[in-house]
T-cell receptor
Framework: TQLLEQSPQFLSIQEGENLTVYCNSS?????LQWYRQEPGEGPVLLVT?????EVKKLKRLTFQFGDARKDSSLHITAAQPGDTGLYLC???????????FGRGTSLIVHP | DTAVSQTPKYLVTQMGNDKSIKCEQN?????MYWYKQDSKKFLKIMFS???????INETVPNRFSPKSPDKAHLNLHINSLELGDSAVYFC?????????????FGSGTRLTVV
């Protein structure tokens, strides 16, 4: 059983479309992080959300942490081909300091 | 200057061989990690060192042995390589044990065992 479930697993859209990807768990997390990984590279940290209900914006990307701190979402407005990549969420549940990653959402944005 | 650098980028070797992967970070971080990413892109932590002290040692075969000569370096030695060891290995670093500050990852070492 995966501690962090990400959905959808794959997403293929046209440039200009909006999309939302999800990261869900039955555990409470003190924080969740989102990363983007491009082919042949390591994951790059996009944002960390810490407070339940928190919303953070990074240009066209909007991140939200659930009120109960068990889930998070990433919304991309007007997707561009440069947004193509694997989006990973990560967190350490409860009092653990051992982080775990979700399996990721693979996004392809076609020109 | 690359913040977290790993060498080599690619490694192709035969079963039974012993190989090492090296990692260096110039960010001044005090915690370093090794992650394994399988063919389905799942990232799983293997080891973590804080100031040269091993603090995380997940269920990893003892053929894998990390070594941290100083807080800027973390190497991974693998003995008696097996086909199932083929994966991408990522080194990462963070400010402290509280990794919520965020990881910085290297660009990975793609290991192929034939």
């Amino acid at each position: 059983t995966q501690l962090l479930e990400q959905s959808p697993q794959f997403l293929s859209i046209q440039e200009g479309e909006n999309l939302t990807v999800y990261c869900n768990s039955s555990s409470v997390f003190s924080s969740l992080q989102w990363y983007r990984q491009e082919p042949g590279e390591g994951p790059v940290l996009l944002v960390t959300v810490v407070t339940g209900g928190e919303v953070k914006k990074l240009k066209r990307l909007t991140f939200q942490f659930g009120d109960a701190r068990k889930d998070s979402s990433l919304h991309i407005t007007a997707a561009q081909p440069g947004d193509t990549g694997l989006y990973l969420c990560a967190g350490a549940p409860g009092g653990s300091y051992i982080p775990t990653f979700g399996r990721g959402t693979s996004l392809i944005v076609h020109p | 200057d690359t913040a977290v650098s790993q060498t080599p980028k690619y490694l192709v070797t035969q079963m039974g061989n012993d190989k090492s992967i090296k990692c260096e970070q110039n960010l001044g971080h005090d915690t370093m990690y090794w992650y394994k990413q399988d063919s389905k892109k799942f990232l799983k932590i293997m080891f973590s060192y804080n100031n040269k002290e091993l603090i995380i040692n997940e269920t990893v075969p003892n053929r894998f042995s990390p070594k941290s000569p100083d807080k800027a370096h973390l190497n991974l030695h693998i003995n008696s390589l097996e086909l199932g060891d083929s994966a991408v290995y990522f080194c990462a670093s963070s400010h402290a044990r509280d990794w919520r500050y965020g990881y910085t990852f290297g660009s990975g070492t793609r290991l192929t065992v034939v």
